[in-house]
């Protein structure tokens, strides 16, 4: 019994000591990918989309309200934005975890050396377009597959002998 306790902790031990910790140093890597990648300017982005948001329900509202008190709101939003990013607890604090549990401290080095490239940094501006194009493009294509979808989908129930609420019966 005991040589079997022994072994499986051989088996273990070595997993363990693999394991890649949050240091402080691997901490300020994660740190410094998110600004160079831009991670940081979702707060800016999320800001103004507050902003935005709140600004037209209040102009509907109040259409009286002077467009200086719409500039002073945005500033407010983005000042706050800045400051809660970096505070404790802030957006980067929360994030950094998300980064350690699917990146080795190795990896984020790889990565900030990959950003930090010719490429690295067409990509950081490109992507965010391509990403965005792309999401339109799927969208287009699933809705043109819509109709053979409800055809497989109703050959399928028929074939099964289930008839949907609101269908007429096979005949």
């Known amino acids: ?6 072994c499986l902790l ?11 910790e949050l240091t402080q140093k691997k901490r300020e890597d994660i740190t410094k990918l998110l600004v160079t990648t831009g991670g940081t300017k979702i707060g800016v982005q999320f800001a103004n989309a507050v902003t935005e948001n709140l600004s037209k329900t209040l102009k509907a509202a109040r259409p009286d309200i002077p467009d200086r008190v719409f500039t002073v709101l945005n500033q407010e939003m983005m000042s706050l934005m800045q400051e809660k990013m970096n505070a404790p607890g802030g957006m980067i604090d929360l994030v950094i975890p998300i980064y350690d549990k699917h990146f080795t401290h190795a990896d984020i080095k790889e ?5 930090q490239t010719r490429i690295g940094r067409k990509s950081i501006e490109v992507l965010p377009m391509v990403v965005s194009e792309s999401m339109q493009v799927g969208q287009s294509w699933g809705q ?3 109709p053979e979808i409800a055809q497989r989908v109703d050959a399928v129930l028929k074939k099964e002998g289930i008839q949907m609420p609101g269908t007429p019966p096979a005949q």
């Open 1 to 6: 019994m005991l040589t079997r306790l022994f």
């Open 111 to 115: 990565l900030l050396a990959f950003y």
């Open 144 to 146: 043109s597959l819509g």
């Open 10 to 20: 051989l088996l273990i031990l070595p997993i363990s000591s693999q394991a890649d």
